[in-house]
């Protein structure tokens, strides 16, 4: 499994590879590469949101072991 922070990064880092495909997919009038494009920029926005809930349950599981 991944850390939260790995996750947060990759997505980020997908939606920004995302972004440039579908731009350059727009520019070269290639509609598969801007959908790729678009595939991207979801995944990572997946991705990036796995972490954050990851990071939640973290900060849930530390207060509940500093409560016991």
């Known amino acids: 499994m991944t850390s939260p922070t790995t996750d947060q990064t990759e997505g980020k880092f997908d939606q920004a590879k995302g972004k440039v495909k579908e731009g350059l997919g727009d520019l070269a009038g290639d509609n598969k590469i801007k959908g790729e494009g678009k595939l991207d920029q979801a995944k ?23 409560n016991s």
């Not at 990572?44 to 500093?66: F, R, V, Y």
């Open 44 to 66: 990572g926005k997946a991705k990036e949101a796995m972490g954050d809930a990851k990071d939640k349950l973290n900060e849930a599981k530390d207060k509940l072991n500093s």
